[in-house]
């Protein structure tokens, strides 16, 4: 089996879980000795650019000429099964998998996050769930609002790219969906249910984990999506500092100085900034309970599955595809938005409890997001596209 995998790399200042996935996905297919190419962007490039490249790769969203022109090379020289793209924003393209098709490439997407269908791809807007361009060919006020990065200028080449590629993004022949939350959406936004195949991502195995500690840990891009103020205020409101916890958080992003400053009314708190993948690994395995009070449509996140295999229970908010993966066997569900629900939680919390549900979520991992399970389903996916070919 030949792949040939697109992905557009995200910002290294904003660390992704979306990059990791790709990372350990593509290792775990070579090492299954599943022959993998690459067609990658990095967006940290886009710093080093001179004003004339940004300003014409700016409309790469619409149609990046020299990654189709790098697609043709790739399909001749590597003569691929299937193409696999995750990200394609900003420096790649739908117009990617046209081309594919029309070299006669069958395509499967992975559906990280709602992009699809809303040019943040986070339905927020404002700290609120909002599905204002849904169902419209043209997403208008995704322009009016500046969605993309906050900018008008930047939300333009992505609403026509929404616009223009909208067939094309559909022709998909198959759509893995991380969660059933994700083949909800892809239902409603038009795909056939026998064209989603329901697969999360992983992560490489820690092995067993070790007994937890007392504190919990917050990991994540500081930003209002992420939840950050509830996180905040629940713990103001909560009683878990005076029964003698710490609250860790990891991460950087918009929010840094509201943290540091509660950092420095309150000792209980711990900023650590952004840290490697090891010291994460260090402070979770540390900790009793993770917590992503996310007021977004996440995904699937990566501290999700990790939290899981390192056998730690999570309080996460009841919202998108944490809902649909976090129940009350391997942690806390609370309602999204709402410091009130998180800091009973908080307050709720007995070492008991958080040994019994750490197990329940390491037993979890291991029988549906270990990596064995999470790469035979993958290579199922494509063989079975390969075997169909393009749809009709």
Known sequence: MRVLVAHN??????????????????????????????????????????????ATLAWSPVYARRAVEELRERVCSHRPDVLHVHNLYPL?????????????????????????DCVAGTYLRDGRICTDCQGHNLATPALQ???????????????????????????????????????????????????ITVRPTSLADPGAPSPPGSDLVFVGRLGEEKGVGVLLDAWRQSSARDQGRKLHIIGDGDLRGLVDAAASADASIVVHGLQPAHEVARVMTDSAVVVIPSTCFEGLPVVLIEAMARGRAVIASDLGGLGATVNDTMGWPVTADDSAS???????????????????????????????????????????????????
């Open 145 to 195: 609002h500046g969605c993309y990065r906050g900018s008008r200028a930047q939300s333009l080449p992505m609403v026509i790219a929404r616009s223009v590629h909208r067939s094309t993004l559909h022709s998909i022949e198959r759509y893995i969906a991380l969660t059933p939350f994700h083949r909800d959406f892809l239902t409603q936004w038009g795909v056939e249910s026998d064209r």
């Open 9 to 54: 790399r995200y910002r290294s200042a904003v660390p992704s879980g979306e990059n990791a996935v790709v990372d350990a996905e593509t290792t775990a297919l070579e090492s299954a000795g599943v022959t993998v190419d690459y067609l990658m962007r990095d967006s940290d490039n886009i710093a080093t650019m001179s004003a004339v490249q940004r």
């Open 92 to 116: 790649l393209s739908p117009a990617l998998i046209a081309e594919a098709h029309d070299l006669g490439v069958p395509v499967v997407m992975t559906v990280h996050n709602f992009r699809l």
């Open 342 to 392: 998180l800091a009973a939680a908080l307050d709720g919390l007995t070492q008991a409890e958080v040994v019994t549900r750490g197990a329940a979520a390491r037993e979890r991992f291991t029988k549906e997001f270990s990596a064995d399970v999470t790469l035979s389903q993958l290579t199922t996916v494509y063989e079975e596209v390969a075997a169909a070919g393009i749809r009709q």
